[in-house]
């Protein structure tokens, strides 16, 4: 009778773990989704009054800029992700700047990973495009005879190649170079802390 008590009392322990991450997680999809909609109101605010009053060139690097940032926070996710928080415990006993900070996103690595790869990524994909069809719209407005499909596919291309091509590269860096990418975020993360 006892055994049955204390296997019901490890049921109810279980149970009671899987409703508190289920909690967790449903803070987190909240989280999230007002986080993503916060970033892509702002981006793309700021993206349409700076394109408003600019040529090409600036347009272009704007675009350029916007793409940067997505393949860069891909990085951080996959390198988050790949990386192995044990060289960061012996970092952080000598008390090293950012160590903690480290440790507690290799922990996190999937809430991480989904801000950097799917908020980030994401909505620097969207607003990518966005900013191309500004620049098509501007493209027109200066070369009015040219024909409006073929730039708008080229320009939809060369988006699509730098953001596809850019992130692959980035991964493949962010897996053989995990450890110095989480290592240099959480020292910056902890200086923008500090500075607070």
């Excluded at 940067?68 to 700047?97: C, L, M, Q, S």
Aim: aromatic share 6%; hydrophobic share 50%.
């Amino acid at each position: 009778m006892d055994n049955g008590l204390k296997g019901n009392g490890k049921n109810a322990k279980k149970n009671g773990n899987k409703d508190s991450k289920l909690r967790i997680d449903k803070k987190w999809i909240i989280t999230i989704i007002l986080w993503t909609i916060l970033i892509s109101g702002s981006v793309n605010l700021l993206s349409d009054v700076l394109l408003r009053n600019v040529n090409i060139l600036v347009a272009f690097i704007i675009l350029i800029f916007i793409i940067f940032v997505g393949i860069i926070f891909d990085i951080i996710g996959v390198a988050v992700t790949a990386a192995d928080e044990t060289p960061f415990h012996a970092k952080a006993a000598k008390k090293i700047p950012g160590a903690k900070i480290a440790v507690k996103l290799i922990r996190n690595a999937d809430k991480v990973s989904n801000f950097c790869n799917d908020v980030v990524g994401d909505v620097s994909g969207i607003v990518s495009g966005t900013v191309g069809a500004s620049i098509v719209i501007k493209v027109i407005a200066v070369f009015k005879n040219i024909n409006i499909t073929i730039i708008t596919a080229l320009i939809g291309a060369l988006i699509a190649a730098a953001t596809v091509g850019g992130k692959a590269l980035g991964k493949s860096f962010a897996m053989n170079q995990s450890e110095m990418i989480v290592d240099k975020v959480s020292r910056i993360i902890y200086l923008i802390k500090k500075e607070r």
